[in-house]
């Protein structure tokens, strides 16, 4: 008998339905026996105007994990339900951006389904889950009115909460929007415990950056672990960037304020037009080691050139 640990999205009806279940000592209930390890990976692709480009096929898509092609065992483009959860920066810095940051919100909710789940965490001197998991979009939008800016910034801790309140979700896939200047100067979590966690998630991770576009994004974490973050560590654009880089999302910058709510709106979007593919790793160790995943695009010739982005890795079962 087969059973499955799935790493990158939740379990999916259809990989499911070629599993065998293992009988259970509790009646009414089904167990799976942890024997075979399914990794699924999410896969944006875009044009060079950054417009998403569906209808590829299976062939077209090759994926390697530690530089060893896998076989695709499942691949599809449909839009199955999400879990989001909203991370809000209130604290001072935020200031007059408050209101941007509503609109965004609200632009975003709008590119949600009915079976959709979201949840909403604001954070200053500490995070708080404001709005827990729920289909009702209005309570989102109430308790975004009721925002008030103040304090200092704990966006790590921000992180942790999401990830463990969309655990609660049994949406298939499932994503964090962060909204926030980046900086972080009080949270209880370093960088490089919130990193390994997200490493260890299944939940994409998208930012959107509200601070002077001067800033560069993308030059990583390193160096940024240590219990308070410090004037280093204030580089909002890096902290964010590399949060969204391991998981296959990324983080956006507003080039100004009133650009927020239609980069929140192209993430929804985003979010919605994806490829899933599934493998069955050739190196099936269950030794607790981070593997890492490369997808490489085969170029359709009547086509321009197009951009693959994934998920980094994941880490092997430890036992």
Not at 136 to 154: E, F, P, Q, R, V
Not at 219 to 244: C, F, Q, T
Request: hydrophobic share 40%; glycine share 8%; no cysteine.
């Amino acid at each position: 008998m087969r059973s499955l640990i799935v790493f990158g999205f939740a379990f999916l009806p259809a990989l499911l339905a070629q599993t065998e279940p293992a009988s259970s000592p509790v009646a009414g209930t089904t167990e799976f026996r942890t024997d075979t390890t399914l990794v699924l990976v999410p896969v944006s692709v875009t044009d060079p105007s950054n417009r998403y480009v569906l209808g590829l096929g299976k062939d077209d898509l090759h994926l390697f994990e530690d530089g060893v092609e896998q076989k695709v065992t499942y691949f599809s483009n449909e839009d199955a339900p999400l879990a989001i959860g909203l991370l809000v920066d209130t604290s001072g810095s935020m200031g007059s951006k408050i209101e941007t940051s509503r609109r965004a919100v609200a632009e975003f909710m709008k590119t949600l389904n009915a079976a959709d789940d979201a949840f909403l965490v604001e954070f200053s001197d500490k995070a708080e889950l404001s709005v827990p998991l729920t289909k009702d979009a209005a309570a989102i939008d109430a308790a975004m009115k009721s925002a008030t800016s103040g304090g200092l910034t704990a966006l790590l801790d921000a992180v942790h909460i999401g990830l463990e309140e969309i655990k609660r979700s049994k949406n298939p896939r499932k994503a964090l929007l962060v909204i926030s200047d980046g900086g972080d100067n009080n949270s209880r979590y370093t960088s490089t415990q919130i990193t390994d966690l997200v490493r260890e998630a299944d939940v994409q991770i998208y930012a959107m950056g509200v601070f002077e576009p001067t800033l560069p994004l993308g030059l990583g974490l390193k160096g940024l672990s240590g219990s308070h973050l410090g004037a280093a560590e204030l580089d909002g654009p890096r902290l964010l960037s590399e949060i969204a880089d391991q998981t296959g999302g990324r983080a956006l910058a507003a080039s100004s304020l009133r650009d927020l709510p239609a980069i929140a709106q192209r993430i929804g979007i985003e979010l919605r037009n994806q490829y899933v593919l599934a493998y069955s790793p050739h190196n099936q160790s269950r030794d607790g080691k981070y593997r890492k995943i490369e997808v490489k695009l085969e170029q359709p010739k009547a086509l321009p050139a197009l951009k693959a982005r994934w998920r980094s890795g994941y880490y092997a079962p430890a036992q």
